[in-house]
């Protein structure tokens, strides 16, 4: 296999933390989000003008909104809900007039609030660890006042800006911290006041309104799909893949999304985090980590390396060793069926760029980058190099890669 090694120390300009500075790109957070650059890059050595573009994880919509803005099409697929709401609102076109009238409301809006107990709580578990208990008050008054003027978010009509940036208000004055991997909490809560909270409230949704005046030459549509099958859009035809898939990390998108889902209420309660996360491909939250024990393989010509290290994993002496080996394998069984189904819809000579990291478990790597060119290789894929873009975490040997492969029908 062909491993070209590019820089790889710790490139800051590779991850979500280079987009927040990016207009629209910061709106919103998702920890595992790819760089802005790394999608620029790519589109710029992989498309020519009038190419459509693939990314079948859209997560926040990273690439339909790069290619939106370099003049390109895209299709994004997305099985989360939430994400795939955010994603269209992201990549849509609005008018300064529509922005400018949805200015004024939002002022009018936020001049009425009353400020009570009572009003609905999102059904978080342990809720205070997120928020001091006073300023839940604080943001549940708000979201009253804005479900009175603006509906619940819903759709991609202009208004829903406005809980863009209620989602982007509730991150800021909780406790999560984002310093790791995936998300953790900071060790207190803040009581905020109410002028606090308005105030920070309307510069987040200046900021918005000022990116969201920016217009995109390209058009990106987000469409929910699980990715694993994909049948209901055999009919589309794709120049290019550029993608994230999730990595066998443990990185669960509905935890780290879970803040935002309940209280924009596209999550109801803990078993339909589980449910979901069990539909998505490396999922483990809840439910989608106990189902593991029951799971069966559906493919069992699977790369040798998936079999051995799945086997290493098994054997150590933890009592979760043989569910994280399941876990493993389950994640490649689902990834194999992603890249066989998508074959169809990929027309001749397509160019596929997966970004994927490697995982270690009890200290066995599991080398993902190979094992999913390998199963590419199987399926009839061209493997024409595996790039290493960058360094991690501070965890020796963990590394992000981009497999740049072919299509040839
Ligand atoms: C690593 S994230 C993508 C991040 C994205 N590149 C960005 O910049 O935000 C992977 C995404 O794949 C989605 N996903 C997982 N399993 C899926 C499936 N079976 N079908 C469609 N999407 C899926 C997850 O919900 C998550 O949003």
Redesign the pocket.
């Known amino acids: 296999m062909q491993t070209e090694l590019f820089d790889t120390a710790k490139r800051a300009d590779y991850t979500?933390k280079y987009n927040t500075k990016l207009g629209r790109h910061g709106w919103l957070r998702?920890t595992?989000?790819?760089s802005v650059k790394l999608v620029e890059e790519i589109i710029k050595t992989d498309c020519k003008k009038g190419d459509v573009i693939l990314?079948?994880?859209?997560?926040?919509?990273?690439?339909g909104l790069v290619a939106s803005e370099m003049g390109f099409s895209s299709v994004l697929?997305?099985?989360?809900p939430f994400?795939i709401w955010l994603g269209n609102i992201k990549c849509r076109n609005y008018y300064v007039m529509e922005l400018e009238s949805l200015q004024k409301q939002f002022n009018q809006c936020l001049e009425n609030i009353v400020v009570s107990g009572g009003f609905w709580l999102p059904p978080i578990h342990n809720i205070e660890r997120w928020w001091h208990s006073d300023t839940l008050i604080i943001l549940a008054s708000i979201r009253n006042r804005l479900v009175e003027t603006f509906g619940e978010p819903e759709g991609t009509h202009y208004h829903n800006l406005v809980w863009v940036a209620f989602s982007r208000l509730i991150i800021e004055t909780s406790s999560a911290a984002f310093n790791h991997i995936s998300m953790s909490f900071k060790e207190d809560t803040v009581q905020y006041g109410f002028t606090q909270i308005k105030s920070l409230l309307q510069t987040i949704f200046s900021n918005i309104l000022l990116s969201a005046r920016t217009q995109l030459s390209g058009n990106a549509k987000v469409i929910y799909?699980?990715?694993?099958i994909m049948e209901i859009n055999k009919k589309e035809c794709f120049d290019t893949v550029i993608?994230?898939?999730?990595y066998p990390n443990r990185i669960s998108?509905i935890r780290e999304l879970r803040p935002y889902m309940y209280w924009v209420k596209f999550l109801k309660n803990g078993s339909d985090a589980g449910a979901l996360d069990w539909?998505?491909?490396?999922?483990t939250w809840g439910v989608a980590t106990s189902n593991l024990k029951s799971w069966m393989p559906t493919n069992i010509n699977l790369p040798a390396q998936l079999y051995e290290v799945c086997d290493k994993i098994s054997r150590c002496e933890d009592k979760n060793a043989e569910t994280m080996s399941k876990y493993v394998h389950k994640y490649f069984d689902?990834i194999y069926f992603?890249l066989l189904n998508m074959s169809v819809l990929l027309k001749c000579k397509a160019k596929v760029n997966y970004i994927v990291g490697n995982s270690s478990f009890y200290g066995h790597f599991v080398e993902t980058q190979d094992i999913i060119a390998e199963c590419m290789k199987q399926i009839g894929y061209t493997i024409i190099a595996i790039n290493t873009i960058r360094r991690r975490n501070t965890k020796k040997g963990l590394l992000e890669y981009n497999i740049r492969a072919c299509f040839n029908h």
């Open positions: 979500f998702l595992p989000a790819y990314d079948p994880f859209s997560g926040t919509a990273t690439t697929y997305e099985i989360n994400l799909t699980d990715s694993k993608t994230s898939p999730p998108y539909e998505t491909i490396g999922g689902n992603h």
